[in-house]
């Protein structure tokens, strides 16, 4: 016995591992060190007190004396503060484990249980207590007595039981004793006695009553005393705790506390379950179960310590040679361990989950879904469940990377199949957390994840849909439940993913598939179909508007909601609930082909007011567009006459500046001409040119040569031509879109034209003609005259031409 006690001693050593703060005059919290904390007798004294040795030195950090006083308070579950009054200080002991932490708080509320019992023993058992002193002595005659004292009585006696109780170290051993005399003598009597004192002491609810009620010693003989209720029917626990309850390790556990644990746990679950659940007051129920939540920690913590515990359990189930009964019990003891994890705190849990990824939880879980039985795949999907709740980051990393492709395939195949009694929304739940857009972790995983379904599983899915609905629907079609499933997944991509509407819903033709669940005779199915409808047009994307148009997708719905008569119903409801979201958002182009193409056939309907709504949207529209028509006309004609006549206004403003620009070019033209001319009978030697007064400072003049300025001259009448041409094609469409009414203003316009050209004529002969006062005095002088005076003539005559056709 000495070396498990040793061994257990350890064990709470561990667990009771704690950090000691001291709050300082600022206000802050010091850290005093890390030790384990222990209650124990302080030195030459009878006192209780806690201690805590440091972990390296073995110093003492912290010595305290439990006092009975209401100043201890716990928090978090992992911390115990107090105010010292020998120090005038706070004092926080912060635990590593719950579990360590909660076995602290019980042994301090004992403590102060037992002072507080020993004030009222002094204070109160003076007087009328004075009997509760100590307990009558086990005997037959003396049941009654002790029934008395454990039953009656007020709650300051029930303390005082309890107390002696636990100080009376043979008690219990003496009552079991006696029962079982009395089951021997078959002394109904005895045994309806004693069923009730420990039914009594039960109800006491006291902490350290039940670690003795529950010990391997005692518990077979309390609940074969708790058998003989006269009040129900005999039943034989007892019996059925031996014979049929056995206890099966998938694989050893050696630690011999976690193994007590595990069997008490057991045994406090049957008991408050099975044997007394009629009897457990509130309180009591509490008590127990806080009592079965500390073991579970315990039990856990015992185990994820256990290095080799671990390592020994995945390699096991990951060996070939492991025969299917055995991995089967491997990966219920791992589904259980998982459970059982949740007893710890929350970053104790996840340091325990990330300990199973990097033992291989994913890759032995995908060998769990590939198994024929059905229950096994079920715990497989509730671990994975027990993964998303830790950390959903680490099981998106592994399905985007190649080895956990298959895993993702397994899922689909598993929300596909029919478990029978036992189908769950588990593998629906799996894949939906995988394809969440919005949750936390890498964006490069959940986009690869999300390839990954729509390239490989889509198709996967939609077929089922379509081989279980009419035409094609058979005996071997998908339930119910699994069509209503593939449903949920649909809608919830098109939320989370409306970028592949058009690129995986409207070109593969999946919009049409889901509706042919319209045809099967489940309404539910139907109204599912079209909440997938009202899913994608919430969208209100114009794409897929001109889609549902072209397509005539709404045919189905409407002949289902037509089909449906007058019955009010789901179905019912679903459909007006789709027209009335129409006409809310205005979808107009929805809102013109429900009615342009169904109106004749939900016109029946049009006493209800969602269809009433949905035929005065319409026809508030058509005529907005009809007046939308008529104003535009109207705004285009008198556009079209404000520019008519802006463009005449604009007309003959560029005629003046042209006559302006034209006679200004021809007076300087001219007087270059004049300057470049030689002059009469007088020469200079060198060429023969005039030497002018006002040339004398333009030594460095050179004129243009006569052939360049010809040139400019024929470039500048080419110009005018083409521009009175430009301008009588332009005045001839003006004519033709003038109304019929604007013929005097025509008239009008006509007599400033002529004017205009009759100047403009004037300004072109005057800049063409040379003047016929000046002579020529050389031949090679008349000669260049001449041929500019043929060249002038004809100019005018062309531009006389263009004037007429004007």
């Given at each position: 016995?000495?070396?498990?006690?040793?061994?257990?001693?350890?064990?709470?050593?561990?667990?009771?591992?704690?950090?000691?703060?001291?709050?300082?005059?600022?206000?802050?919290?010091?850290?005093?060190?890390?030790?384990?904390?222990?209650?124990?007798?302080?030195?030459?004294?009878?006192?209780?007190?806690?201690?805590?040795?440091?972990?390296?030195?073995?110093?003492?950090?912290?010595?305290?004396?439990?006092?009975?006083?209401?100043?201890?308070?716990?928090?978090?579950?992992?911390?115990?503060?107090?105010?010292?009054?020998?120090?005038?200080?706070?004092?926080?002991?912060?635990?590593?484990?719950?579990?360590?932490?909660?076995?602290?708080?019980?042994?301090?509320?004992?403590?102060?249980?037992?002072?507080?019992?020993?004030?009222?023993?002094?204070?109160?058992?003076?007087?009328?207590?004075?009997?509760?002193?100590?307990?009558?002595?086990?005997?037959?005659?003396?049941?009654?007595?002790?029934?008395?004292?454990?039953?009656?009585?007020?709650?300051?006696?029930?303390?005082?039981?309890?107390?002696?109780?636990?100080?009376?170290?043979?008690?219990?051993?003496?009552?079991?004793?006696?029962?079982?005399?009395?089951?021997?003598?078959?002394?109904?009597?005895?045994?309806?006695?004693?069923?009730?004192?420990?039914?009594?002491?039960?109800?006491?609810?006291?902490?350290?009553?039940?670690?003795?009620?529950?010990?391997?010693?005692?518990?077979?003989?309390?609940?074969?005393?708790?058998?003989?209720?006269?009040?129900?029917?005999?039943?034989?626990?007892?019996?059925?705790?031996?014979?049929?309850?056995?206890?099966?390790?998938?694989?050893?556990?050696?630690?011999?506390?976690?193994?007590?644990?595990?069997?008490?746990?057991?045994?406090?679950?049957?008991?408050?379950?099975?044997?007394?659940?009629?009897?457990?007051?509130?309180?009591?129920?509490?008590?127990?179960?806080?009592?079965?939540?500390?073991?579970?920690?315990?039990?856990?913590?015992?185990?994820?310590?256990?290095?080799?515990?671990?390592?020994?359990?995945?390699?096991?189930?990951?060996?070939?040679?492991?025969?299917?009964?055995?991995?089967?019990?491997?990966?219920?003891?791992?589904?259980?361990?998982?459970t059982l994890s949740k007893s710890l705190q929350v970053v104790q849990q996840l340091r325990l989950f990330r300990d199973l990824v990097n033992e291989g939880i994913f890759s032995v879980i995908t060998d769990i879904l590939q198994s024929e039985d059905k229950k096994l795949v079920l715990t497989g999907t509730d671990i994975l469940i027990f993964s998303l709740n830790q950390d959903p980051t680490m099981l998106r990393s592994y399905v985007s990377r190649q080895e956990g492709v298959p895993l993702l395939g397994l899922l689909v195949k598993g929300m596909l199949t029919d478990f029978g009694d036992d189908m769950h929304c588990q593998f629906l739940e799996i894949i939906r957390s995988l394809?969440?857009?919005?949750?936390?972790?890498?964006?490069?995983?959940?986009?690869?994840?999300?390839?990954?379904?729509?390239?490989?599983?889509?198709?996967?899915?939609?077929?089922?849909?379509?081989?279980?609905?009419?035409?094609?629907?058979?005996?071997?079609?998908?339930?119910?439940?699994?069509?209503?499933?593939?449903?949920?997944?649909?809608?919830?991509?098109?939320?989370?993913?409306?970028?592949?509407?058009?690129?995986?819903?409207?070109?593969?033709?999946?919009?049409?598939?889901?509706?042919?669940?319209?045809?099967?005779?489940?309404?539910?199915?139907?109204?599912?179909?079209?909440?997938?409808?009202?899913?994608?047009?919430?969208?209100?994307?114009?794409?897929?508007?001109?889609?549902?148009?072209?397509?005539?997708?709404?045919?189905?719905?409407?002949?289902?909601?037509?089909?449906?008569?007058?019955?009010?119903?789901?179905?019912?409801?679903?459909?007006?609930?789709?027209?009335?979201?129409?006409?809310?958002?205005?979808?107009?182009?929805?809102?013109?082909?429900?009615?342009?193409?169904?109106?004749?056939?939900?016109?029946?309907?049009?006493?209800?007011?969602?269809?009433?709504?949905?035929?005065?949207?319409?026809?508030?529209?058509?005529?907005?567009?009809?007046?939308?028509?008529?104003?535009?006309?109207?705004?285009?004609?008198?556009?079209?006459?404000?520019?008519?006549?802006?463009?005449?206004?604009?007309?003959?403003?560029?005629?003046?500046?042209?006559?302006?620009?034209?006679?200004?070019?021809?007076?300087?033209?001219?007087?270059?001409?004049?300057?470049?001319?030689?002059?009469?009978?007088?020469?200079?030697?060198?060429?023969?040119?005039?030497?002018?007064?006002?040339?004398?400072?333009?030594?460095?003049?050179?004129?243009?040569?006569?052939?360049?300025?010809?040139?400019?001259?024929?470039?500048?009448?080419?110009?005018?031509?083409?521009?009175?041409?430009?301008?009588?094609?332009?005045?001839?469409?003006?004519?033709?879109?003038?109304?019929?009414?604007?013929?005097?203003?025509?008239?009008?316009?006509?007599?400033?034209?002529?004017?205009?050209?009759?100047?403009?004529?004037?300004?072109?002969?005057?800049?063409?003609?040379?003047?016929?006062?000046?002579?020529?005095?050389?031949?090679?002088?008349?000669?260049?005259?001449?041929?500019?005076?043929?060249e002038n003539k004809s100019e005018e005559s062309e531009a006389e031409k263009g004037v007429a056709q004007l």
């Amino acid at each position: 016995m000495g070396a498990p006690e040793k061994l257990a001693t350890s064990s709470n050593n561990s667990m009771q591992r704690v950090k000691v703060y001291r709050l300082n005059d600022d206000g802050k919290w010091d850290d005093q060190g890390t030790g384990h904390v222990t209650v124990d007798y302080l030195e030459r004294s009878e006192e209780l007190g806690l201690f805590v040795v440091d972990e390296e030195d073995n110093e003492t950090l912290l010595m305290h004396r439990i006092c009975s006083d209401d100043i201890y308070r716990k928090q978090e579950d992992t911390i115990i503060s107090w105010r010292d009054s020998e120090f005038s200080s706070e004092i926080a002991l912060s635990f590593q484990e719950t579990t360590g932490c909660s076995y602290i708080w019980d042994h301090i509320c004992n403590l102060q249980r037992n002072l507080h019992f020993d004030t009222i023993r002094n204070d109160s058992y003076h007087g009328a207590n004075n009997e509760l002193r100590e307990l009558p002595a086990v005997e037959l005659s003396t049941l009654p007595s002790i029934l008395k004292v454990v039953v009656d009585g007020s709650v300051t006696d029930q303390l005082c039981v309890t107390e002696l109780i636990l100080h009376d170290q043979i008690f219990f051993r003496k009552l079991m004793d006696l029962f079982r005399v009395c089951e021997d003598l078959e002394n109904k009597d005895g045994l309806h006695m004693i069923y009730k004192i420990v039914k009594g002491i039960i109800l006491l609810n006291s902490p350290q009553i039940f670690e003795k009620i529950f010990s391997d010693e005692l518990i077979m003989d309390i609940i074969g005393c708790l058998e003989y209720d006269m009040e129900t029917p005999h039943v034989h626990h007892r019996n059925f705790l031996k014979d049929h309850v056995v206890f099966k390790e998938a694989i050893p556990i050696k630690d011999p506390l976690a193994l007590s644990k595990i069997h008490q746990t057991y045994r406090i679950g049957y008991l408050k379950d099975v044997v007394l659940p009629r009897v457990l007051d509130e309180s009591t129920l509490s008590s127990l179960n806080s009592m079965i939540h500390s073991n579970n920690g315990m039990v856990v913590t015992l185990l994820k310590d256990d290095t080799t515990f671990i390592k020994e359990l995945f390699a096991r189930l990951k060996s070939p040679t492991t025969s299917p009964d055995s991995k089967r019990n491997l990966v219920f003891f791992l589904q259980e361990f998982c459970t059982l994890s949740k007893s710890l705190q929350v970053v104790q849990q996840l340091r325990l989950f990330r300990d199973l990824v990097n033992e291989g939880i994913f890759s032995v879980i995908t060998d769990i879904l590939q198994s024929e039985d059905k229950k096994l795949v079920l715990t497989g999907t509730d671990i994975l469940i027990f993964s998303l709740n830790q950390d959903p980051t680490m099981l998106r990393s592994y399905v985007s990377r190649q080895e956990g492709v298959p895993l993702l395939g397994l899922l689909v195949k598993g929300m596909l199949t029919d478990f029978g009694d036992d189908m769950h929304c588990q593998f629906l739940e799996i894949i939906r957390s995988l394809l969440d857009s919005f949750s936390s972790g890498g964006q490069v995983r959940r986009d690869a994840i999300v390839e990954i379904f729509y390239e490989k599983h889509l198709d996967q899915v939609i077929n089922v849909i379509t081989s279980s609905c009419p035409p094609n629907g058979s005996k071997n079609s998908a339930k119910p439940e699994i069509l209503m499933n593939i449903c949920d997944l649909l809608c919830f991509c098109v939320l989370h993913h409306p970028y592949r509407i058009k690129c995986n819903f409207l070109l593969n033709g999946v919009v049409d598939k889901v509706l042919h669940l319209t045809k099967r005779k489940e309404k539910y199915l139907v109204v599912a179909a079209i909440r997938f409808i009202r899913t994608l047009i919430s969208h209100n994307d114009e794409h897929l508007m001109s889609y549902i148009v072209k397509n005539n997708v709404f045919k189905p719905i409407v002949d289902a909601f037509i089909s449906n008569g007058s019955r009010y119903n789901l179905l019912n409801s679903s459909v007006l609930e789709l027209f009335e979201h129409i006409r809310k958002e205005n979808i107009k182009t929805l809102l013109k082909y429900l009615i342009d193409t169904f109106w004749d056939e939900l016109a029946k309907f049009d006493s209800l007011p969602s269809i009433q709504s949905l035929k005065l949207r319409y026809d508030q529209a058509q005529e907005h567009a009809a007046n939308n028509q008529n104003n535009h006309t109207e705004t285009r004609k008198r556009v079209d006459e404000r520019g008519l006549e802006k463009e005449e206004e604009d007309y003959f403003n560029e005629d003046s500046d042209e006559e302006d620009s034209a006679s200004a070019s021809a007076s300087m033209t001219r007087g270059s001409r004049i300057r470049t001319r030689p002059g009469p009978g007088v020469s200079n030697g060198s060429g023969g040119l005039v030497d002018y007064e006002d040339d004398e400072d333009d030594e460095d003049y050179k004129p243009p040569p006569k052939k360049q300025v010809e040139e400019d001259e024929g470039t500048l009448e080419f110009r005018l031509k083409r521009k009175l041409l430009a301008k009588k094609e332009e005045t001839d469409i003006i004519k033709k879109r003038k109304l019929v009414g604007k013929t005097q203003t025509q008239t009008q316009t006509q007599k400033p034209k002529e004017s205009v050209f009759a100047t403009l004529c004037s300004t072109l002969s005057q800049t063409v003609l040379p003047s016929t006062t000046t002579t020529t005095t050389t031949t090679t002088t008349t000669s260049d005259n001449k041929s500019t005076n043929e060249e002038n003539k004809s100019e005018e005559s062309e531009a006389e031409k263009g004037v007429a056709q004007l």
